[in-house]
């Protein structure tokens, strides 16, 4: 697979380290009430679609940059790409 | 021997002789000639053994798709199995050699496996060798093992070299036929970037085998043109002996490259280089293979598809036999019977299942329309076929053909299904084609020349006008049109004779029919359940004919029976090629420490930490026995001072104004309140609560920390560092880099450790115990103003200190440490002596942090702060890992002194069984201790903590041993910690 690294231009998967579900960005607050339990599904609990995913690659042998690439799991179409670290100051910016 | 089969024509070199052997017989051939087409010059058609009944077989195609003459190639550690003769170019030396059969290959012995083949059909393995069921592994396996089977292996490491190459290009065309030259001249005058790909050695691909004409000029002559043509263009890369055996995602195609195989040995080449090609376009013109039709005893010597018969003849000057008889469904088929009769060849006759006017005539040849093949005689090649109408017919060759397949596999790499197309009665691919590929020629089902040519180039059209360029040539080659009416015909019934159609895997009809009577109905199951098209060919001349077969036995359609799935490769490649020069010491990169050449200078031995090669131990003369070594420098550096290299521990920079708060989020301990200049231990968990890593941080500025990670866990600890800084928490304002490499780090311990460093460390910097105390860390200088940095921390129990310099001042370092030690008679430690001390002294190391272990079990449970959140803090407190019975990491000893603990015991109560239930934990390491004299371990063990004193057995079943030990404060020496304080 190609990877469109958003600084770098397309780049081959081998440079990078897979790592999972773009939902990990989202890590829960330790101070709920719940937070075991949120931590639990935070931890183990995923969707695992026929389709587009969400999910995190690693530029280990390049910048070091956390991207979120968005694939289709049936075809590995590549439908977007974006540097994790904007995607989680959105998150932030957005609650 | 002579060339009794050589007719003076083809693309082979007859002006120069070449020498070969088979089975130890010395024939002559040509350059351009296959071991396959040189065999068959000199009248050679048995060439092995069939995989199961050991039937006699000979050559059956010309190309790559053979499934029958497989032979071994070259001898001693060169040795080659399973390589198809039908693409082995012939050079001058070249030694080849039957497969299966025991005894000559005329007279195997184990043809006997024949006569029982009754007992033998489908899924014998299954059914036959059921009882009893300890013969299998010992008896049933081996003798089927050794009776069934292809080639041998030398058993010797392969002495070629294997390379990896990557390929960018504008346009890959994958065959370099009628289709992908026209593709290939029309790209490549309009200034694309082209890869012309092709597995043969010769461009052309069927315009050799032909007698066809392109643009008024002979089709080899036109081929040979045309690459002469690309040749002299910048822009295209030409690729013999490539075959593109894979499509992968985004355009990526793997290739193989045959780069000396047709030559006597590789003089210092690579062997093959397997290539990586990234493409923005592909069009594959991979054309179209012949299939046979299905009849008894349609397996012997001298029955060869019928376009292959007539490449032969017309590519190599070889005719396969002397009286060559036609069984045909189509008219392409009658080519072979007009192309040899045009070169002298007596044509007997010539069969055509379909009931119509013959197409042409032939003279000589006896012509029957709507009639079959119904059996064949010849016990080691053809003699003699049977016709439906009862006569029987002389024949040395009789040439077979069912029709063309287009090869549609690299359209399927990506989950792509081929679609049945009623007027060729072949699968054509499917309308969803991988992104960017582009299909032309016979692979897309255009079975003319005329055809191929003009998909070819206007496939090429296509891509120049989406590359934004223009096309420099209007109208494709031309070619006459030709018949090419086909009658689908798979194969034909008969109640005697076995009628082949996986020839590779002795698949019969019988056998398909079988299965279906079973319940097997998915093609797939069909597939695995007889074996049917697997193997070195995949079935390449058999699947259409199978599923054909089976659709008859269901009812239903071709179309809705459906094929099995195509994956890649599309031909055998080599796991030597897939490894390249990744093997042996070359596995995977490694590193050296900067004082391995000192090291390897004093003898050390080395050992595999991680990425790196350290220093295990440095024995001396005299020295017998490494336990010996091992004490020695243990002892050493308890009474005066040792030094280790130990670089290799990961040095993670940690820099910015939340630097303090992030090492407070990432370690389970406190970190906001480590002092400058000062040193801590740090506790790394997971999110789900276990132990990832240990190490120390030190603060070496305000905003400036410097972590240390374990050997083998520096990658990944780097890794999650800038996970949690870029994807958890981006409002922090802090910065990571990989420093491991930048420093060279030594360990200096034992009692004399301070006087050492005093001589070498400038005189500017105190270092006493009041100055610079345990934990205490600082920038100095040392040997007169070289930068080093000075950690006061202690592995080994210890007063000790970790020296470090720019790594490019570490293999000076290790000689002025030594030279200064030279007073203290100072020694150089390994990993096993820092093993043993660091056992001796109770810290976890990698056996205890393997990923299982939670802070609780190695007794830092109280590190565990409830007032700050860290990585791995909420699910750390999660019931099950902090119940009252968990794991606590404790020392043993043995009660008797004299006895060995081993690694691995488990831990059972006195009295108790070795058994699962009675399981209470296990030893995870253990020692010699020079220091108390006796064997010592680490282990978790269940309430370790409360049970100080108690006996329990360490149970070693694997070993047959079984040692009382007592459970003992892990901390062996010194455990108030006064020698490291001192």
């Known amino acids: 697979m190609i990877i469109n690294h958003p600084l770098l231009g397309p780049r081959d998967a081998q440079e990078f380290t897979y790592f999972g579900d773009a939902s990990l960005i989202n890590r829960p607050d330790w101070q709920a009430e719940d937070a075991a339990e949120l931590f639990y599904e935070y931890l183990h609990v995923r969707d695992n679609p026929a389709g587009e995913h969400r999910e995190l690659w690693y530029h280990e042998h390049g910048d070091r940059s956390w991207l979120v690439v968005t694939r289709n799991t049936l075809t590995h179409e590549i439908s977007k790409v974006e540097i994790a670290r904007d995607v989680a100051l959105t998150r932030r910016h957005g609650q | 021997m002579t060339q009794i089969n050589r007719l003076p024509c083809g693309l082979v070199d ?32 048995l060439v092995g053994r069939s995989f199961k009944y050991h039937r006699p077989r000979g050559i059956f195609t ?32 070249l030694e080849a050699r039957s497969q299966n059969h025991r005894g000559s290959l005329a007279f195997d012995m184990m043809a006997v496996t024949d006569l029982l083949s009754p007992f033998l059909g489908a899924g014998f393995y299954y059914k036959t060798f059921m009882w009893p069921k300890s013969f299998w592994e010992k008896v049933y396996e081996p003798a089927i093992r050794s009776a069934a089977g292809l080639g041998s292996l030398s058993g010797e490491e392969d002495p070629d070299v294997y390379d990896k190459g990557f390929l960018h290009c504008d346009l890959l065309i994958i065959g370099a036929g009628p289709a992908g030259l026209a593709a290939a001249l029309n790209a490549g005058k309009a200034g694309l970037r082209v890869i012309l790909a092709d597995e043969d050695f010769r461009m052309g691909g069927r315009l050799n085998a032909e007698t066809l004409s392109v643009d008024g000029m002979p089709g080899t002559d036109w081929a040979a043109k045309a690459a002469g043509e690309l040749m002299n263009m910048s822009n295209v890369r030409m690729m013999t002996r490539t075959t593109v055996y894979g499509g992968y995602d985004h355009g990526i195609y793997g290739a193989l490259e045959r780069v000396t195989d047709h030559m006597p040995s590789s003089g210092g080449k690579p062997r093959q280089i397997l290539w990586r090609i990234y493409s923005k376009h592909a069009i594959l013109a991979a054309g179209a293979t012949e299939r046979p039709i299905a009849f008894a005893n349609n397996d012997r010597p001298g029955i060869m598809l019928a376009g292959a018969v007539r490449a032969y003849a017309n590519r190599w000057g070889v005719t396969p036999g002397q009286h060559v008889t036609l069984f045909t469904n189509n008219d392409d088929g009658w080519r072979t019977a007009s192309d040899l009769q045009a070169r002298g060849i007596n044509i007997a006759a010539i069969i055509d299942s379909r009931s119509c006017d013959a197409p042409a005539q032939i003279a000589g040849a006896e012509i029957f329309m709507g009639t079959h093949v119904i059996d064949t005689s010849g016990r080691l090649g053809i003699k003699s076929i049977k016709l439906s109408n009862r006569r029987i017919v002389a024949t040395d060759c009789l040439a077979v053909s069912g029709g063309w397949n287009p090869n549609v596999h690299l359209t399927c790499h990506q989950r792509g299904k081929p679609e049945w197309r009623d007027d060729i009665a072949a699968f054509v691919p499917g309308a969803a084609l991988p992104n960017a590929m582009h299909v032309a020629g016979a692979a897309c089902g255009s079975l003319t020349l005329a055809g191929a040519l003009t998909e070819g180039h206007r496939a090429a059209d296509l891509i120049i006008s989406l590359s934004g360029k223009a096309s420099h040539s209007e109208t494709p ?185 992030f090492l407070n989020r990432v370690y389970a301990n406190g970190f906001a309140k480590l002092a400058v200049g000062k040193v801590r231990y740090g506790l790394m968990l997971r999110e789900d609560g276990f132990v990832m890593d240990d190490g120390t941080t030190a603060r070496l500025a305000e905003h400036h920390y410097l972590m240390t990670t374990t050997t083998a866990n520096a990658g990944l600890v780097f890794r999650h560092l800038e996970f949690c800084r870029q994807c958890l928490w981006p409002e922090l304002d802090v910065h990571l880099i990989s420093v491991t490499d930048g420093w060279a780090q030594f360990s200096v311990a034992g009692p004399n450790s301070r006087r050492l460093l005093q001589k070498i460390v400038d005189p500017t910097h105190n270092i006493s115990n009041a100055a610079f105390p345990y934990m205490a860390c600082g920038d100095v200088t040392i040997c007169g103003g070289t930068r080093a940095r000075l950690f006061r921390i202690s592995f080994s129990g210890e007063l000790a200190y970790e020296l470090a310099v720019p790594a490019r001042f570490g293999a000076a370092l290790i000689s002025v440490l030594m030279a200064a030690g030279d007073e203290f008679e100072a020694i150089a430690y390994g990993t096993e002596a820092l093993g043993a001390m660091r056992i001796e002294k109770g810290h976890p190391a990698g056996n205890e942090l393997n990923g299982q272990t939670t802070a609780l079990n190695l007794g830092f449970g109280a590190m565990l702060s409830d007032k700050k959140d860290c990585i791995g803090n909420t699910l750390s407190r999660r019931p099950a890992l902090v119940a009252p019975d968990a794991l606590r990491m404790m020392g043993f000893k043995p009660v008797d002194l004299s006895q060995s603990l081993a690694s691995g015991a488990h831990f059972v109560a006195s009295g108790k069984a070795a058994t699962t239930e009675n399981d209470e934990g296990w030893m995870t390491s253990v020692t010699f201790s020079p220091e108390l004299g006796h064997s010592i371990g680490l282990g978790f063990i269940k309430r370790g903590h409360e049970r100080i004193g108690e006996i329990v057995i360490a149970a070693d079943p694997l070993r047959g041993q079984s040692i009382a030990v007592e459970i003992v404060s892990p901390h062996f020496v010194d455990p108030e910690g006064v020698r490291l304080r001192g």
């Open chain 2, 14 to 45: 007859q002006t120069t002789t070449l020498k070969f052997s088979f089975n130890g017989n010395i024939f002559e051939g040509h350059p351009g000639d296959t071991l396959a087409s040189a065999l068959l010059a000199n009248g050679q058609r």
């Open chain 2, 477 to 661: 080659p031309r070619a006459e049109a030709e018949a090419a009416s086909i009658s689908a015909f798979w194969h034909v019934q008969s109640d005697t004779g076995r009628a082949w159609i996986d020839l590779q895997n002795d698949v019969t009809v019988k056998d398909i029919k079988l299965a279906h009577k079973e319940g097997y109905r998915s093609v797939e199951h069909l597939k695995r359940y007889t074996t049917l098209g697997m193997a070195t060919d995949q079935g390449k001349t058999a699947n259409v004919l199978a599923l054909a077969v089976m659709a008859e036995q269901t009812g239903q359609s071709i179309r809705e029976t459906g094929t099995t799935i195509f994956r890649p490769p599309y031909t055998p490649v080599a796991i030597g090629a897939f490894a390249g020069r990744a093997r042996g010491r070359d596995f995977r990169p490694f590193r050296l420490t900067p004082s391995h050449n000192w090291a390897a200078v004093q003898g050390a031995t080395f050992v595999e930490a991680g990425a790196w090669l350290r220093a295990q131990m440095f024995p001396r003369a005299g020295e017998s026995h490494w336990r010996q070594t091992v004490d020695r420098e243990v002892a050493q550096t308890r009474k005066s001072v040792g030094i280790c290299d130990v670089t290799t521990l990961g040095k993670i920079d940690i820099q910015g104004r939340d630097a303090a708060e």
């Open chain 2, 62 to 93: 010309a190309g790559s798709e053979e499934p029958n003459a497989l032979v071994e190639l070259r001898t001693g550690a060169s040795q080659e199995p399973n390589t198809r003769a039908t693409v082995t170019e012939l050079f001058d030396g």
